[in-house]
């Protein structure tokens, strides 16, 4: 069993930094992908970040340049580096995977439970 946890968000002031966390633990073989999407209330979810396992990374255009995906590919862990936080950045953000769990052919996506982060004006 696979399991995406989530930390690191809360409350930040207009132009200040957040740094999300999510570690995947459970049986697994490899990782193919790891993310960030964003739900904002009354929005649908979006794309925030995402990083392969060879480090190529992809960014919604409203974060590029504030910004920043990376992972530690030996603690299955991805990080959202989050500056210039602006108000509508506020939403709940989910960890989201591609992984290849044990004994399984093929990749399964897996969500994290979601973490909130409000950006005060």
């Known amino acids: 069993q696979v399991q995406l946890v989530e930390s690191g968000g809360g409350l930040v002031q207009a132009g200040g930094s957040l740094r999300l966390s999510c570690a995947a633990s459970?049986?697994?073989?490899?990782?193919?992908?790891m993310g960030w999407y964003r739900q904002a209330p009354g929005k649908q979810r979006e794309l925030v970040a995402t990083?392969?396992?060879?480090?190529?990374?992809k960014y919604a255009d409203s974060g590029k340049g504030r910004f920043t995906i990376s992972g530690d590919n030996a603690k299955n862990t991805v990080y959202l580096q989050m500056n210039s936080l602006k108000p509508e950045d506020t939403a709940v953000y989910y960890c989201?995977?591609?992984?290849?769990?044990?004994?399984?052919?093929?990749?399964?996506?897996?969500w994290g439970q979601g973490t909130q982060v409000t950006v005060s004006s």
């Open positions: 989201n995977a591609d992984i290849t769990p044990l004994g399984v052919i093929g990749s399964l996506n897996y």
């Open positions: 459970g049986t697994i073989r490899s990782i193919n992908v």
């Open positions: 990083i392969r396992s060879g480090g190529s990374t």
